[in-house]
C-alpha cells in the first residue's frame, strides 16, 4: 500500500495538489509523503478523499468525513468492493477523471445511533452500513421492544436486529435475508436476525424516522456501528437511531453501475451454468 | 350493502352534501339514493370518494379516481382491508370525523404500464398494488430481460416478475418473499416469482424509475395490473413501466395505524402462543 | 443425436450387446440403427437404458421405465444435468465403464398422483420429480385442504403446492423455497407456491405418507406430473399422492459427486468473487 | 414445581410404582418425596422418565438419558412444550393412560459431536436438538470447510452452521430459514447462519453421515449442544458430527398430532385474520 500512496501522491503533487495523509497512515509510512492530518484537519481542508484499501476503510474513513462533506473515492488493492470502483492498476487514469471532472457524485445517508440510560446518552456512533444490536458474549437470543416514530411496532425475541441503509443492504443485513435496497432509496430496513416467529419480515421504512430498540430485563446486548464500533447494552437500554446531518457523497468513475456491482459482487440473479 | 349506501347517503344529505353513486352501483341499486354517475364524472365533481367494499374495491376506485386526485376512504363490510380502515358499524361516527376534517391524508404512488410491440402501445393499464408479467395460460416458465432507467440488470428464467409499489408490497409480493415497504418510502419492488437461480432477490428501486422488462423469444405471458386488469404478450413485447402522474390520496380516521394494520392483518411479527 | 445413437450402437453391439431403441425415436432415426421396441418391451427385455438427452428426457423415460426395474444411465448432448451424470464426449468411455462393473447404482423414488372424483380415480400419473396443483388457465389463486396420513394439517390459500422427492428437491420446488433433500433422505417436500400467511413454511415429511390434497369450491386447478403430464381439477377433486411401488436405479459413472453437482449445477453456496 | 412432584410421586405410590426423583432436583425439594438417585441410575433403574419443565428440561434430561433407553413424557407447567405434550392440569389423568398403555411412543435420533483437535479428541457433547458452531465472544463472522462422509462440500464465510435434528428443526433452525422435518423423516439439516453468498442453502442428508466441520486459521468459534453445553473452538478445530447410537423414545399420550403442534406452538400456516 506504501507504494501505492507515494505513486498517488506523486501523482497529485505534479497535478499541482496538495496531498494530506492521515495521521495513523502517514506514521506507518514514517513520513514517506504528503503532510500528516488528523480525519478533522482532512475534513476541513481536503476538497477530496481519496481512500486506499477496501470497503472496511470506506466505512472508517465515511464515518470521520461525512459530517465534513469532503466527497470520497475508493482505490482497491485487491478486488473490488461495494464502494471502491477503481482497481490499483487504473488508478491513476481513474484520479485523472477525476480531476478532469469525468465523474458521477452520489449521495448516501449515514445514521446515528444514540444509547439511553436512564435518561443521559452514555455512547453514541454514526454508521454508514448498519447499526447492528445483538446478543453480546453471553450469546444467548434477546428480547426488546421496537418503536419507530414513537409508535409501538412489536416486541421481539431474536438473535438481534439489524438497522440497516442501502449502502449496507447489501452487507451484513443481506446475509440476514434483508432488502437490496438502492442508494437512490430514501428507506432504512430494519432486519431481525433469527427471529423466533415465522411471521417476521423485514420492514422499510421512510429515511427520516427515528428508530428505538429498548432491550427488555433482564437481557444484554451489544450494539454495534458498521462492524467496526460497539458498545455493551444494560438491560432497559434504548438504541436510538435517526438519520445523521449531512451525507456522504461518493465519486463514481464513467461506467459505474450499480446493477453491475451487485451481478460482479453478489453474482446476484446470475444464471446457473446449465441456462 | 344496499341498506350501507342508502344510510351513508341519508346521513350525507343531511349534514348538506350532494352525493354522486357510480352508475353501475346505481344501477344495481334500481335508484334507491344519490345521482347516478360515471368514474369521470365522480373524478370532476366529488371532493371525496366513499368506497363501500374490500380491498378489491379500493384498487378497482383508486385506478379510476387517482388521476383526478378525488380523495378515497374505504369502509369495510366484513373484516377491516389494508386500505379499508373504517368498519361498517363505525361508518357514521367515522365519515363525521372526516367532514370534521379529523383524519390524516396519506399519498400513495400509482404505477402505469405500457406494453410496446413493434414501438406502438398496445395497452395500458394503471396499478395501484403492482404490475405482474406471469406465464401464462400454457403455463410454462418465461424468459425475459430487465432494465431500469435504460440499463440492463438481468435476463431471467422464472413464473413471471412483480413490479410492486409499497401500497402492493403487503399483498401479492409479500407472498412471493417480497420486501414489506412502508407507504411513506417512494420505491418500487422488483420481486421475482419462482426464479431459476438461487442468488435472485428482489430488489428496491427509486419510484421515479423506468422499468422494461421484454418478453424473449418464443415466450408468451400474461400482464396483469393489480390483478384486475389483463392483456396478453407475445414474444418480443416490452411491459414499460412507470410512476403514474399524480397520487391516490388516502384519508384515515383518528388512531389509524400502519404497524397496527400489518400485525392484525398479516399478524406480521406476532410472538407464537407459548412465549 | 442420431450421430450419437448410432456411434453408440455401434459400440454395443462390438461390445456383444444387444440394443433396442424406443420406437418413436427410433422412426426419427429411420430405422438406422437398432430394433424399435416400446418401452413396455424396453422394461421387459433391457438390462440397463441409455437416455440420450437433457433432465426432460430422464424424466420420461423414468416414468416409463420405473416400474420394470430397469436401470437408467443418462448422457448429455450439451450441458450435464441434474441426472444426466455422463457428457456426450465421455460416452463410450463411461459405458464401457459400466459395462465392467464401474459404476454406483442410486435407488430415486417415484410418487404415484390419482385423482379422486366423487370416489373414483379418474387420471393417474407417475412422478419423478414432483407433482404440481397450481391455478389453472384462470390463473386466480386457489384454496385447499392438505391431509397427511388422513390427519388434517392446513387450509391455504396460494397459487399452488408442490410435492417434491429429493430428486425433485432442486428443480421446480426449489426455486419456491423448498429445501434440498439428498437423494439417501427417505422425505418428501411439501412447499407452497405464494402463499397468502406469512407463517407458511414447506415442511418434509416421511416418503411412506399419503398426501391428499382437496380443492376448495369453487377453485378450479391444473396438477402436473415432473411439468411434463397434466389434468385439469374441478372444485371438490382431491389429488392423493403416495410413493410409487418400485423405485428408479440410477448409476452414476466413477467420481460422481452429489455435492459438486449442486455447487456446478446452482452455483450452490459458491463463494462470490470478492472472497 | 414442588406440588406437582409431591402430587405426582404420591400418586405413583398409590398405583403401586416405585419413584426416584433427580439427585439435584430432590436436594432442592430437601426430600420431601422418593428416592434421590443420578441419572445413571435413573437411566439403569427407571421404566419411565417423567419431565416435569419445559422443553429446556426435556433436551437435558434427554441428554442424559438417551443411552439408557429410559422413555419420556414431558408434563409443562405453563404452555405446552414441543415436547412436553401434557399440561399440569391434566397430569394424573394422562399418566394414567400412560401407565394403561395408552400412548404412541415415537423414536427421537440424538446426534453426537466431538472436537478433534490435533487428531485427539477434546471434548464432547450429545444434542437432541441441535449442533450449533458459531462466533464466539469476539463476534465476527467465521470462516470452515464442511465435508460430509469426507467428502468436500463447501468452505463458508458466515455467522456459523446448525446441524440440526427433525427434533431441533422447528427450534433454532428454524429462525436461521432452515426446513422443517418431520420426526419420522431420517435426516439432519444443516443450516447457515447468515451465509456470505446469496446461493447459500440449507442441505438436509441422511441421519447415518458423518459431518465435519474444520475451522479456518485464524479463525475462533464456540460449539453447542441444544444450547446447553458449549465448547471453546481454536483454528484447525474439527467438528465431527454423527448419529448417537440408540435413540430417545417419547411418549405421546391419546391424541397428540404432530401438525397440530406445529399449527398451535408456530401458528404454522396459520391464515391471517381476513381470510
Not at 495538489?17 to 514517506?32: I, R
Not at 451481478?263 to 451454468?273: D, F, I, N, Q, V
Request: charged share 20%.
Amino acid at each position: 500500500m506504501a507504494n501505492s500512496i507515494v505513486e498517488l501522491s506523486t501523482f497529485l503533487h505534479r497535478r499541482g495538489c496538495t496531498t494530506l495523509v492521515e495521521q495513523a497512515t502517514a506514521a506507518a509510512l514514517e513520513g514517506a509523503c504528503g503532510s500528516p492530518a488528523s480525519y478533522a484537519e482532512i475534513g476541513r481542508r481536503a476538497d477530496l478523499a481519496v481512500v486506499l484499501g477496501g470497503d472496511g476503510s470506506m466505512l472508517n474513513a465515511a464515518r470521520h468525513l461525512a459530517e465534513h462533506g469532503v466527497p470520497l473515492v475508493g482505490i482497491n488493492q485487491g478486488r473490488l468492493g461495494f464502494m471502491t470502483d477503481i482497481s490499483r492498476q487504473d488508478m491513476l487514469r481513474r484520479i485523472d477523471d477525476l480531476l478532469e471532472g469525468r465523474y458521477r457524485p452520489e449521495r448516501r445517508s449515514l445514521m446515528l445511533a444514540r444509547i439511553l440510560r436512564d435518561g443521559a446518552c452514555v455512547f453514541q456512533t454514526p454508521a454508514l452500513n448498519d447499526v447492528v444490536v445483538s446478543k453480546g458474549e453471553v450469546g444467548r437470543m434477546i428480547e426488546f421492544e421496537l418503536r419507530i416514530d414513537d409508535e409501538f411496532v412489536y416486541n421481539q425475541r431474536s438473535d438481534g436486529l439489524i438497522v440497516s441503509t442501502p449502502t449496507g443492504s447489501t452487507a451484513y443485513a443481506l446475509s440476514a435475508n434483508g432488502p437490496i435496497l438502492h442508494p437512490a432509496v430514501a428507506g432504512i430496513a430494519i432486519v431481525p436476525l433469527c427471529p423466533h416467529t415465522l411471521s417476521a419480515r423485514p420492514v422499510t421504512i421512510c429515511d427520516d424516522s427515528v428508530i428505538e430498540i429498548t432491550l427488555a430485563h433482564p437481557h444484554e446486548a451489544r450494539v454495534r456501528g458498521d462492524g467496526q464500533t460497539h458498545f455493551d447494552l444494560r438491560p432497559g437500554d434504548c438504541v436510538r437511531v435517526s438519520r445523521a446531518p449531512g451525507a456522504l457523497v461518493l465519486l463514481h468513475p464513467p461506467g459505474y453501475s450499480y446493477f453491475a456491482m451487485l451481478r460482479e459482487k453478489l453474482r446476484w440473479s446470475e444464471a446457473p451454468s446449465n441456462q
